[in-house]
Every structure is written in C-alpha cells, then in structure tokens.
C-alpha cells in the first residue's frame, strides 16, 4: 500500500506528525510518499497521487484543501488531521493519528462524498488576445472586485437561462463543501454535504434584490462580466488566484467529474462540526 503525506510545512508540529506517522507506516511495510513544500514550483504536480491508496494531510482546512487539490478527481480518500486553527473539513486531532490512518486502510471509517467544481476563465489580454485558464475546486470559485476596491457589473446565468445583472463586490459559487466558507460569509446557507449541485451567492450586491439561489447537480453557472465597466477583478478558485495576466472575462462552473471522498468517524461528523465550529456548543 502507497499513503502521501501532505503537511503544512510552516508548522513544526505538523512536520513532526508526519515523521512520526511515516515511521509507523514505514514499520507496517506501507510505502510513504511526501508531498513538497507548496512554494517549490511543482509542488502540486498531478503524479504526486498516483498509485496511492490514501491521502493524508496535516495542518487545517488550507491543507486539506491543498491535498484536495493534489488529489483532484482520481476519488482517492482523503483523511485531514487539525493543527490549524478551524479544522471544520480534517476528522480531528492527531492525538490518535496511528490508529485512524489504520482504520482508514482497512476501510472502517465513514467515506463522505464531496461533489467538486470544474471551473473554465477565459481572459482578455491587452492586444485583445483571449486565453482560457481551467482550475479544480473543492470548497468554491469566486470573482471578486480587484485590489482598487471598484464596483464590478456581471451577469448571471444558469444553463443558459439568464438570472440578473448585478453591481457589487461579486460572486461565489461554492459546493456543499464550501457552503460553510466564503459563501456562507457572504450570506449563503449551510448546506448538508449530501448536496451535489451548487450554490451560488452574491456578495454585497447593490440591491436589495439579489438573493443566494441553489443548482441542480447537472447545471452550469455563467458569469459574464460586463463590458461596459472594464474594472479591475481577480477570480479565485479555493482561494488561490487564477489567470496569469490579462482582463477575466467569461466564468463557467460545473461539477467536476470526480468527487472527493473525505474520512471521518460517522455519518454525523458534519452536524458535530457545525455545532461546534458555528454555534460554539460542546459535545455532551
């Protein structure tokens, strides 16, 4: 068996963790792969996760959704230990790491389907030249307005049905995994993680009007920017930036053709997170 170890390298402990974890594996006769450091450039090559069995990452929910997008649409588990701060998506602490990564190899932990993005930006150079940017996401895509803090004008759509025009700081297209994340800040719903379309919220639009709406699984969100405000903006998939240079014109997002299947204890996991990260209540 392969397992890859995904910690965030800024904390030593988590560093640590991961030693003291290889070292178990390693003794059990479980090969151990390590993911780099994510400011070397190939950090995130897609052959890091081949052959593995399991995905293990180390650190808070940055991390996860880093190893999230090592693992992209290949459906390999993922299991996340917290040395974050929120820990909302990783299964716990690493009190007890060895024993669950060995319950997770032998397939005794509840397996919870994540529905993923595939996101398409097409951009406009200064030469009037188009190119096409495609990204995984997890959690969410945004576009939001640039660093000069200018209202942005854009039009909404769902498979081809136009919804409005909005004026505002923009607009956040999550998954139910993501619903509890930039979406719900910007006023969205939690959202079971048994949802598998997406869920689409304005963010401070100018009007009254606009409200967060939901999609069906086989739908396709579009965002066309308007051309008669050319303001600055930045799309960003689980947070990370998009593009390399020019104007982000067209968004369309749609479920990804693979989903991530997250470990955790029980079937329950989610609401115990909801309770305890959002509503502050301590388990009986």
Request: aromatic share 8%; net charge negative.
């Amino acid at each position: 068996m392969k397992v890859l170890l995904v910690p965030n390298y800024a904390r030593t402990d988590a560093v640590e963790g991961g030693k003291g974890l290889a070292s178990w594996l390693e003794h059990e006769g479980v090969e151990v792969r390590w993911a780099p450091d994510k400011r070397r450039h190939d950090a995130e090559r897609p052959c890091l996760a081949e052959g593995a069995d399991l995905v293990v990452s180390l650190g808070g929910d940055g991390t996860l959704l880093r190893a999230a997008r090592i693992v992209g649409y290949r459906e390999i588990p993922l299991l996340g230990f917290s040395y974050g701060h929120l820990g909302f998506l990783t299964c716990g602490n690493p009190d007890n790491m060895c024993a669950t990564v060995e319950a997770a190899l032998n397939n005794k932990m509840h397996s919870s389907h994540r529905a993923t993005l595939s996101i398409e930006a097409e951009y406009v150079l200064p030469d009037g030249e188009t190119y096409t940017d495609t990204s995984f996401a997890l959690n969410d895509m945004a576009v939001t307005r640039g660093g000069l803090g200018d209202v942005i004008s854009f039009d909404v759509g769902v498979s081809g049905n136009h919804i409005d025009r909005i004026r505002g700081d923009g607009f956040v297209v999550s998954t139910a995994t993501g619903s509890t994340g930039y979406a719900l800040a910007a006023g969205g719903p939690i959202v079971t993680p048994e949802f598998t379309g997406m869920v689409c919220v304005p963010i401070a639009p100018h009007t009254i009007l606009a409200r967060a709406f939901l999609t069906s699984p086989s739908d396709v969100v579009e965002i066309d920017m308007s051309e008669e405000r050319p303001a600055e903006r930045s799309v960003l998939a689980d947070g990370r930036l998009m593009g390399h240079g020019g104007l982000a014109m067209h968004m369309r997002v749609r479920r990804g053709k693979g989903d991530i299947i997250l470990l955790d204890y029980n079937a329950q996991s989610f609401y115990s997170s909801v309770s305890r990260v959002f509503y502050g209540k301590v388990a009986k």
